[in-house]
């Protein structure tokens, strides 16, 4: 296996990735680090140990598509091969071949799961044993794709609150809650909260029916435009004059 490690400015100067906390960029470079030569790395503790992070950065990492999680454990650098291209004198194929047959490339070299390996994805975390993490990740880009372009970049704590809420609530009433607090110009995540505790005993179309804009009788009506007669424009104008004087 090479000992040697090289990273792209095309993930590593993107927006996406200068947005991640310090930690969840440091995790990323330990974990590149200790890769093998197909970009597998199984020693996640010790490269959150390196990189002082928490399982809050290694959810990031996976939610903003840095890295790919299996079910077994392991990781893979989603651009490794962006990152890494090795002679084939020095590459030693991977060890992890179950996960490695799981995954494509993109034209772009980017690995992605193939469509019979999507669920294994974000399983399990170190030290980890509940359900939370196990959501569909496409269930929940949606939600925070429209998070972040009207609230800011969400930081783990909020990523993870975000995913709570979708648990509990589920996807349709969150997106309703955040567009309802950007409709009026409230923009926390408390607020968003508040709003679906106020739902959470009722159904999408009671609440649909709640939120319909009622449009007043008056709207429906003509309004007919009154002439001015001479005799007003007169009294106008003297009025006016009076007034000037």
């Known amino acids: 296996m090479a000992e040697r490690r090289m990273f792209t400015k095309k993930v590593t100067d993107s927006d996406s990735f200068i947005e991640l906390p310090s930690s969840a960029q440091a995790l990323y470079f330990h974990l590149n680090q200790g890769a ?8 996640i503790q010790n490269a959150m140990f390196k990189a002082h992070a928490t399982t809050d950065d290694l959810k990031v990492l996976m939610m ?34 179950e996960e490695f047959k799981l995954l494509g490339i993109k034209d ?4 992605t799961l193939e469509t019979n390996g999507c669920q294994l994805v974000a399983k399990r975390l170190p030290q980890d044993s509940i359900g939370k993490d196990s959501i569909g990740k496409d269930s ?11 609230f800011g970049t969400l930081s783990p704590t909020t990523t993870e609150m975000i995913i709570s809420l979708e648990e509990v609530y589920g996807k349709e009433k969150v997106l309703m809650a955040i ?9 926390n995540l408390s607020y968003v909260k ?9 159904t999408i179309d009671e609440i649909n029916s709640e939120t319909k804009e009622v449009k ?3 709207m429906d009506n003509d309004i007919k435009k009154e002439e001015v007669t001479e005799e007003e424009k007169e009294e106008l104008e003297g009025l006016l004059k009076d007034f000037k004087e």
């Open 36 to 43: 093998d030569d197909d970009g597998f790395n199984n020693q």
């Open 64 to 97: 903003k598509n840095f890295i790919i999680r299996f079910e077994s454990g392991v990781i893979v650098i989603k651009h490794w091969r962006l990152h890494n291209t090795l002679r084939k004198d020095r590459y030693t194929p991977t060890s992890f071949q």
């Open 108 to 111: 772009n070299g980017s690995y």
């Open 140 to 150: 929940i880009d949606d939600v925070i794709a429209i998070y972040e372009e009207n």
């Open 179 to 187: 567009k309802k607090s950007i409709e009026r110009n409230v923009k």
């Open 194 to 202: 508040g709003i679906l505790k106020q739902w959470k005993d009722k």
């Open 216 to 218: 007043p009788n008056w």
